[in-house]
């Protein structure tokens, strides 16, 4: 199998030489390893330049995830391409269950995270989610494989979405007929500890996120307006309980409330866009073949 990693990194300069030096482990020496940084201001840049087990640097400017993995996959030349974010260091048997399942047929890989999640991270990831008719399963963007032809078929990942790229992109994995595998195996955790607790939700981004990718994958059906709708009342009710509790005041209650309904309006509205924007099965208007600039620069060592 020959496998390309791409590591997303940005100001987290010490957790991601735990990630190196368990890949230059735990992988073996023909793993073409690929960090995206960016844009770091903690010296992420000389530290792995300093490094002889990191086949490319890539240097970015938008504080994206989803422009980190599209400029990864720019310069990637494995047959398989595997994203990892940078706070995590793979287990033992990550290598190997990545090639026992793509070698069975899998179309993409996935496995568990352990340490700091994200805010809208599944508490049962196995489980399919039937959407619109069409079962999902998603995956965390920060631990998956795909075969290259996956990803081409995809074109990428949604550059539009600051939040939940991964979930648009297994939205899109499913509406093409490929298929999510689950392996237990393929474990990534953190061995650093990062400081600071869990960051409050970011109700903006995630209601715009969640309206777009519904809308532009399935249009404006009765379900992705109930969908949005159900998901701000449970968050709104949940808001309400911390604002009777005292965690919460009146004014950051309505204000958040605000956000909600402006963000999730905007966002369904670019999601009708994009689907007519693209209305191949792929549904990405915003992916790796509609720019080439996202590199600030690149340092090649092949």
Not at 212 to 233: D, F, H, M, Q
Request: aromatic share 6%.
């Amino acid at each position: 199998m020959e496998l390309s990693v791409v590591v997303s990194t940005l100001n987290d300069r010490e957790r991601l030489l735990s990630c190196l030096d368990a890949l230059e482990e735990r992988t073996p020496p023909s793993t073409e390893v690929i960090v995206v940084n960016g844009p770091s201001s903690d010296g992420t840049t000389g530290v792995v330049r300093d490094r002889t087990d990191v086949d490319v640097l890539v240097e970015i400017s938008e504080r994206n995830p989803n422009v980190s993995r599209n400029a990864g996959i720019r310069v990637a030349t494995g047959e398989v391409v595997a994203f990892l974010d940078g706070g995590y260091a793979i287990d033992a048997s990550w290598y190997a269950a990545i090639e026992r399942e793509i070698d069975d047929g899998a179309d993409v890989v996935t496995g568990p995270v352990t340490g700091t999640q994200p805010f809208d991270t599944l508490e049962n990831p196995q489980t399919p989610r039937t959407v619109a008719r069409r079962s999902v399963t998603y995956f965390d963007g920060d631990n998956v494989a795909f075969d290259r032809t996956v990803l081409e078929a995809l074109d990428g990942f949604d550059e539009y979405l600051e939040l939940s790229g991964a979930r648009d992109c297994a939205h899109r994995v499913a509406g093409l007929g490929f298929e999510v595998t689950w392996a237990a195996e393929m474990a990534a955790r953190t061995e650093v500890g990062a400081d600071g607790g869990r960051a409050e939700p970011e109700w903006g981004s995630r209601y715009r996120s969640l309206a777009y990718r519904l809308a532009k994958n399935y249009g404006l059906r009765p379900t992705v307006l109930a969908r949005t709708a159900g998901s701000a009342v449970r968050d709104g009710f949940g808001g309400a309980r911390r604002l009777i509790s005292g965690d919460a005041t009146p004014t950051g209650w309505v204000s958040d409330g605000l956000e909600v309904v402006t963000n999730a309006t905007g966002g369904l509205r670019d999601g009708v866009r994009a689907r007519f924007r693209d209305r191949s099965a792929r549904r990405n208007p915003n992916g790796l073949s509609m720019r080439h600039d996202r590199a600030v620069r690149v340092y090649d060592r092949r």
